[in-house]
Structure formats: structure tokens, C-alpha cells
T-cell receptor, first 111, second 117 residues
Framework: KAGVTQTPRYLIKTRGQQVTLSCSPI?????VSWYQQTPGQGLQFLFE???????NKGNFPGRFSGRQFSNSRSEMNVSTLELGDSALYLC??????????FGSGTRLTVV | AQSVTQLDSQVPVFEEAPVELRCNYS??????LFWYVQYPNQGLQLLLK??????LVKGINGFEAEFNKSQTSFHLRKPSVHISDTAEYFC???????????????FGSGTQLTVLP
């Protein structure tokens, strides 16, 4: 069974630009969550999608958004990038009664 | 609201010695508990999980953890560590079958385990 796939692995963007990250969950998993990991704040929840609907959202500004497609693949978008958005962005998928399986992450660097 | 406290930010231990990484949580609902390991420049790998049933949970790579509801703890143990166990370990809690914000994973700040030769 293929794992959670995140693309791209690395990104370098300039302040003010926008970026889109992609996540393909494990086949059959309908729930996809996104997390931001930074040295200062640790692992923080961004949002969760289930069957194309945002079910839950963390405490992040509106510049952070996401969506989920009918095949459960998910994208997250960050607009007007700031230096502080530099982080490892992790995607996880799950199904009822199971743990969360994480992808390898996308390392975003904002310069 | 949920929270997780990992009491030790760094744990150095000699190879083949036992290790315990401590985790305490707080939650107003029944919980699911997890331990994840992260190697440099990689994502999170699930070591083990407690969803229900036996409070002693066995995971991959010889790790185990015990859910103690009265002490709200979920400590991770391994009887004999190897150099390859050097990594950062994260304890996490979710609100199980709860709805809304309780369902998300809340992580501790992590424990860096360093196994010395």
C-alpha cells in the first residue's frame, strides 16, 4: 500500500509570493490533515479535510487555505508569504480507528 | 482543550541501555494516544498507538508504551537501545471519536533521544 505522498519536497520562495503544496493520501483514506513544524513553535495543526469539506481549522491567518478533491488529494495554499512561514509542512491521512500516517513533508524556505 | 507535556527535551543514553521517554497529557474527553519518531529531514513515523483495550501497547522497533489513565501518562520505553534509535520522538493526543477541534492531533514539544556508543 503506497504511503502519503507530498510534493514537492523542497521549495524556495520570495516574500510576497504564494505557494501551493500537494498531498496524496493513502488509498481509501478520506481524512487529510495539515501541520506546520518549526523549531520555535513545534508541530501545529493547520486544518483537516474530509470528503472535500474542511472539518476543522487551527489558529492560523487567512493567508493559509486548503482544499480537498473528490479523489481525497489535498492542496494547501499560502498567499503573501512571510519569512516566518518557512517551515516543514506535513500532511497526514487517516481512516476511522487508525493512526495518522504522515508524508515526508515539504520544506518551504521563504527568502 | 488538549495538551501534551514531554518532560525531557533531551535524553542521552548509552547503547544497549534501557530508556524511558515521558509523556503526560490533559484532555476533557476520552483520548487516543500516539508516539511518533522523526529522523532528520524526514516526516513522522508512527511507532505505536493506543486507541482502546489493553493499556500496554507494543510498537515497532521494540518500543512499547503504557497508558495510565489515573496519572494521565503515556510513557515510551525500550529495554535496549541502538545507535539507530537516535532521533526525535513526539507524543501526541487526539480526542478519539470526538468531533470538532478535539479530533485533531496535539503534539508535545518532542524529546531528542541520543544513543551514545
Amino acid at each position: 500500500k503506497a504511503g502519503v505522498t507530498q510534493t514537492p519536497r523542497y521549495l524556495i520562495k520570495t516574500r510576497g509570493q504564494q505557494v501551493t503544496l500537494s498531498c496524496s493520501p493513502i488509498s481509501g483514506h478520506r481524512s487529510v490533515s495539515w501541520y506546520q513544524q518549526t523549531p520555535g513553535q513545534g508541530l501545529q495543526f493547520l486544518f483537516e479535510y474530509f470528503s472535500e469539506t474542511q472539518r476543522n481549522k487551527g489558529n492560523f491567518p487567512g493567508r493559509f487555505s486548503g482544499r480537498q478533491f473528490s479523489n481525497s488529494r489535498s492542496e494547501m495554499n499560502v498567499s503573501t508569504l512571510e519569512l516566518g512561514d518557512s517551515a516543514l509542512y506535513l500532511c497526514a491521512s487517516t481512516s476511522p480507528g487508525q493512526g495518522y500516517t504522515f508524508g515526508s513533508g515539504t520544506r518551504l524556505t521563504v527568502v | 482543550a488538549q495538551s501534551v507535556t514531554q518532560l525531557d527535551s533531551q535524553v542521552p543514553v548509552f547503547e544497549e541501555a534501557p530508556v524511558e521517554l515521558r509523556c503526560n497529557y490533559s484532555s476533557s474527553v476520552s483520548v487516543y494516544l500516539f508516539w511518533y519518531v522523526q529522523y532528520p529531514n524526514q516526516g513522522l513515523q508512527l511507532l505505536l498507538k493506543y486507541l482502546s483495550g489493553s493499556t500496554l501497547v507494543k510498537g515497532i522497533n521494540g518500543f512499547e508504551a503504557e497508558f495510565n489513565k489515573s496519572q494521565t501518562s503515556f510513557h515510551l520505553r525500550k529495554p535496549s537501545v541502538h545507535i539507530s534509535d537516535t532521533a526525535e520522538y513526539f507524543c501526541a493526543v487526539s480526542g478519539g471519536t470526538s468531533s470538532g477541534s478535539a479530533r485533531q492531533l496535539t503534539f508535545g514539544s518532542g524529546t531528542q533521544l541520543t544513543v551514545l556508543p
